[in-house]
T-cell receptor
Framework: EPEVTQTPSHQVTQMGQEVILRCVPI?????FYWYRQILGQKVEFLVS????????KSEIFDDQFSVERPDGSNFTLKIRSTKLEDSAMYFC???????????????FGPGTRLTVT | AQKVTQAQTEISVVEKEDVTLDCVYE???????LFWYKQPPSGELVFLIR??????QNEISGRYSWNFQKSTSSFNFTITASQVVDSAVYFC????????????FGTGTQLKVEL
């Protein structure tokens, strides 16, 4: 069964450093997302991406964050200068493109645990 | 604004008991979609079900069933004859048309099933 993969599973970085989290969405999916989950809290939407551009972003997704689809398979989240409060589990998800204005289920990767020290 | 409320923070049951997880949502949109996801101790998010706002039929899948009631803005999830493997955090989520398909999650319900 196709699945979303994410690397690395755990990333430790120092405050102020740049990190890139990588994701390989399901191959026939064209809608991609990043979410984050601070330990013990709910899952929060960061950004959605379709047709090589951001569809929507949350207020969390400020100028420190960027996303990219550098090739036909990868989808990345970059945090330019990490802060302590960026420590969280980051989930990538993908979905089929919904018909019209519909919404399809999103399939999540296993997550990358980011620890900022 | 979209909002999902899961008032039950934690539920503990004994194996084979039935358990219902509550989900109440708020949205101004007339077309929206409701989801349940399971997060086992290993941490991944597993899709369980998607429901459209215009389809109020209840759904059953094995030991799982879902009760969608627009009149009370609720989308409750029942596990029949619970098993230890059902122990997880369960999240209810909402998306709407024109919202970039973003999911708005509730705070989750931790279900513990004990022997």
């Amino acid at each position: 069964e196709p699945e979303v993969t994410q690397t690395p599973s755990h990333q430790v970085t120092q405050m102020g450093q740049e990190v890139i989290l990588r994701c390989v969405p399901i191959s026939n999916h064209l809608y991609f997302y990043w979410y984050r989950q601070i330990l013990g809290q709910k899952v929060e939407f960061l950004v959605s991406f379709y047709n090589n551009e951001i569809s929507e972003k949350s207020e969390i997704f400020d100028d420190q964050f960027s996303v990219e689809r550098p090739d036909g398979s990868n989808f990345t989240l970059k945090i330019r200068s990490t802060k302590l409060e960026d420590s969280a589990m980051y989930f990538c998800a993908s979905s089929e493109v919904p018909p019209g204005l519909g919404s399809y289920e999103q399939y999540f990767g296993p997550g990358t645990r980011l620890t900022v020290t | 604004a979209q909002k999902v409320t899961q008032a039950q923070t934690e539920i503990s049951v004994v194996e084979k008991e039935d358990v219902t997880l509550d989900c109440v949502y708020e949205t101004r949109d007339t077309t929206y979609y409701l989801f349940w996801y399971k997060q086992p101790p290993s941490g991944e998010l597993v899709f369980l079900i998607r429901r459209n706002s215009f389809d109020e039929q209840n759904e059953i899948s094995g030991r799982y069933s879902w009760n969608f009631q627009k009149s009370t803005s609720s989308f409750n999830f029942t596990i029949t004859a619970s098993q230890v493997v059902d122990s997880a955090v369960y999240f209810c989520a909402l998306s709407f048309t024109g919202g970039g398909n973003k999911l708005t999650f509730g705070t989750g319900t931790q279900l513990k099933v004990e022997l």
